[in-house]
C-alpha cells in the first residue's frame, strides 16, 4: 500500500461487511421452487416425474438414454444400496420368476422394511457426525455413553422419522417436549449429533479446548443441513460466501452456552464430554434394578473365585519351594571306592535324609507348575471379568448430550479465533442471515438459542435444508450428486446440473412430511435408476461425464458393504446389533 505520509491525517477504516442481498442473488439462497415436470418427447419412457426431468436434459442435448439393465442388475444394485448387503440366491429366483406388475414394488417395500435398511442409512449419516466409539483422536478413551446416539439414529431411519423432527430433536431435543418418558429421553439423546466427534479431551489449555469444540459443531452443522463450510468464519469473513463473523458468532454464543465438556477432578489435564441422566419409566427401573442385582453377585461370585484360586496358587508356591530346597539339600551318590557320607553320619537326622524314598522332583515340579501357570491365566481372566463388570456396573442410562448452561448469553467475537483475544462488544445470538427470510426470533432469558435454531433450521422456508438433504440421498443412490460438491452449495461449489430437479425433489420431500423412505422408494422406482451401466458411444462423445444420467454410474462396493456381503455369503453375519459397543475382548 506503499508507506504512509505523516503529514496526511489517516482516517480508520470502516469494516466492509456482508452484501446480504447481492449474496441472496446465489441460487443457493433463493427460495425453494416447485416446478412442474416437463414435457419430453417419449412420454411413455418416465416411471416417474423425476425421469421427466432426466430425459428433458437429453432431449436438449440430442442424447438417450440407454437401455435398462436386467432384472438380476437391478435387484442386486437396490439390494446394495437399500441394505448393504446382497440378494440371496432365495430372493433372486423369487424376484426373477415374479412377472407381476408390482414386482419392483413388493421388493423396495421389504428393504425399506428390513433393520438393515437402517443400519446401511444411519451408517452414512454417522459419517456426518463424526460418530466414534472412541473419544478424540489422541488418546484411546472409551465413549461409553455414544452407542446410544447410534442405536437412536438407526431407529430414527427405521421408523422413518420426519427429517425435520429428525434435525430439531439433534439439535435442542432436551429442550423439546414430549409426549412421554421414552420420547424424552429420546430427545435427550438425539443432542449427542452435537456432542460426538473428535474432542481433543486431554488438551491442558481448557478455554481453546471449549472454541475447538465448538469450531467442530458450528463445522458439523454448516456441512450436514446447509451444505456450507463454517469453519474459516471462526477467524474472518468469509472469503467467497456471504457470510459474516456475525453469523459464525450468533451460533457460538448458543453453542457455548450450552457447555458440552467438563474437567474431571483429581484427572490432570483430563476433561470428559457431559453425560445426561436419562428419565425412566417404573419398567425400565425395576429391570435395571434387577440387572445391577445379578451384576453384583455375579462380581462377589467372581470375587470369591479369584480369593479361592489365590490361596491355591499360594499352597502350590510353598509346594515347589520345598521341590526346590529337597533337591539342593538331597545326599550326593557316594562314588566307587568311598564311603558314604550319609550313611557313615551318626546324627539321626541325617540318617533319616539317607533312608527316605528318593523325591520325585522333575514330575512333581512339572505337574505343579502347570497347574500354577493355569491358576495364573484364569486369575487374569477373572481380574480383566470383574474390572469389566464393574465399569458397567451402574447401569443408571445415560447419554452424552446437550444441556442449557446456567448462564446462556451472547458472546464476543474471537480476534483471529483466539479465545483470549475476545473483541469489545458482544455478538447476538443468531443464525447464517443471507439464508433467513426474516429477523432471527428473539431468544428468552434464560435459554441457549438451540431451539430457535432448531426450527430455523427445519422450516420449510430455509433454502438450504431441503435441498442439501436430498442432494446428499441422490448422490448416495446414482454416485454423484445434482449438485456434485454435495457437502458445498457455496460460491466455490459446483452448480446443480439439473437445477429443477433439485427443487422438485426438495419441495416433494417436504410436501410428504420430510420422509426419507418416501423418498428412497420413487427414485430407486424410476427408470433412471433402472438404467445399465452400458456404455453408449453417441452419448459418450457427448457427455463424457454422464452429467445428463444416460446410463447409471458405476459405483465401487464400499468397505462395510464388502465386509457385510462377505458374511452374508458365508453364513456368519451377526444378524443382532445395537448396545454397547464392547471391546472385542468382551464381546
Known amino acids: 500500500q506503499g508507506a504512509a505520509d505523516p503529514r496526511v491525517t489517516q482516517t480508520s477504516k470502516n469494516r466492509k461487511g456482508i452484501d446480504l442481498d447481492e449474496g441472496r442473488k446465489f441460487w443457493a439462497f433463493q427460495p425453494v421452487s416447485d416446478p412442474a415436470p416437463p414435457t419430453v418427447t417419449d412420454s411413455s419412457w418416465p416411471l416417474d416425474p ?51 406388475p408390482n414386482a419392483c414394488e413388493k421388493v423396495v417395500d421389504r428393504l425399506l422394511g428390513s433393520r438393515a435398511y437402517g443400519e446401511r442409512w444411519a451408517r452414512h449419516w454417522l459419517d456426518l457426525t ?23 439414529v438407526i431407529a430414527a431411519f427405521n421408523s422413518d422419522k420426519p427429517f425435520d423432527e429428525f434435525v430439531r430433536e ?56 446447509l451444505g456450507m463450510t463454517l469453519g474459516c468464519v471462526r477467524c474472518h469473513d468469509h472469503k ?96 566307587a571306592g568311598q564311603a558314604n557320607p550319609v550313611a557313615a553320619s551318626t546324627d539321626n537326622a541325617q540318617k533319616e535324609i539317607a533312608t527316605a524314598p528318593p523325591v520325585q522332583t522333575s514330575t512333581d515340579k512339572d505337574a505343579l507348575t502347570k497347574r500354577r501357570d493355569e491358576i495364573d491365566a484364569q486369575l487374569k481372566k477373572i481380574a480383566a471379568d470383574i474390572k ?14 446437550m444441556s442449557d448452561g446456567p448462564n446462556p448469553t451472547d458472546m464476543p467475537v474471537y480476534v483471529r479465533g483466539n479465545p483470549y483475544a475476545p473483541a469489545e462488544g458482544l455478538m447476538p445470538r443468531g443464525a447464517v442471515r443471507v ?63 439439473h437445477p429443477e430437479l433439485l427443487d ?42 454422464n452429467k445428463l444420467l444416460w446410463r447409471m454410474n458405476r459405483q465401487r462396493l464400499d468397505a462395510e458393504a464388502m465386509r457385510d456381503s462377505m458374511l452374508a455369503i458365508s453364513g456368519e453375519l451377526t444378524r443382532e446389533s445395537g448396545g454397547p459397543a464392547l471391546v472385542l475382548e468382551n464381546p
Open 388 to 401: 469389566h463388570a464393574e465399569f458397567f456396573g451402574d447401569k443408571r442410562p445415560k447419554a452424552f448430550a
Open 130 to 152: 463424526g460418530y466414534a466409539d472412541m473419544m478424540g483422536t489422541s488418546n484411546n478413551v472409551f465413549a461409553e455413553y455414544a452407542w446410544r446416539y447410534r442405536d437412536y
Open 50 to 100: 423425476v425421469d421427466r426431468f432426466i430425459l428433458a436434459k437429453q432431449d436438449q442435448a440430442s442424447v438417450r438414454p440407454t437401455h435398462d439393465a436386467d432384472r438380476y442388475t437391478w435387484l442386486r444394485r437396490a439390494s446394495l444400496d437399500l441394505t448393504g448387503l446382497p440378494p440371496t440366491p432365495g430372493e433372486i429366483s423369487d424376484f426373477v420368476k415374479d412377472n407381476a
Open 240 to 335: 467467497f460466501d456471504p457470510v459474516g463473523l456475525e453469523d459464525y458468532y450468533g451460533i457460538a454464543g448458543m453453542l457455548r452456552s450450552s457447555p458440552s465438556t467438563h474437567k474431571m477432578p483429581d484427572m490432570g489435564v483430563w476433561s470428559t464430554l457431559n453425560a445426561t441422566m436419562l428419565p425412566e419409566t417404573p419398567e425400565q427401573l425395576a429391570s435395571r434394578k434387577k440387572i445391577e442385582e445379578e451384576t453384583t453377585q455375579r462380581i462377589e461370585k467372581l470375587t470369591a473365585e479369584q480369593k479361592t484360586l489365590t490361596a491355591e496358587k499360594a499352597d502350590l508356591s510353598k509346594q515347589l519351594a520345598a521341590i526346590s530346597g529337597s533337591a539342593t539339600t538331597a545326599p550326593r551318590t557316594a562314588q
Open 504 to 545: 422438485h425433489l426438495a419441495t416433494r420431500f417436504m410436501k410428504a412430511g420430510w420422509s426419507q423412505k418416501s423418498l428412497r422408494r420413487s427414485l430407486v422406482l424410476s427408470r433412471t435408476y433402472r438404467l445399465s451401466s452400458a456404455n453408449e458411444s453417441a452419448a459418450a462423445k457427448i457427455d463424457p461425464e
Open 435 to 497: 439464508a433467513s427470510w426474516e429477523p432471527f426470533p428473539s431468544i428468552p432469558n434464560g435459554q441457549s438459542g438451540r431451539a430457535q435454531l432448531a426450527n430455523w433450521l427445519a422450516d420449510k422456508r430455509n433454502p438450504l435444508t431441503a435441498r442439501v438433504t436430498v442432494n446428499r440421498i441422490w448422490q448416495k443412490l446414482f454416485g454423484e450428486g445434482l449438485v456434485r460438491s454435495v457437502d458445498y452449495f457455496g460460491v466455490r461449489g459446483e452448480a446443480p446440473t
Open 170 to 225: 439433534q439439535i435442542a431435543g432436551d429442550l423439546m417436549p414430549a409426549k412421554s418418558t421414552e420420547d424424552h429421553a429420546e430427545n435427550i439423546i438425539a443432542t449427542g449429533f452435537l456432542m460426538l466427534g473428535d474432542v481433543e479431551i486431554v488438551n491442558p489449555d481448557k478455554a481453546k479446548m471449549e472454541a475447538d469444540h465448538i469450531d467442530s459443531q458450528i463445522i458439523k452443522i454448516g456441512q450436514t443441513f
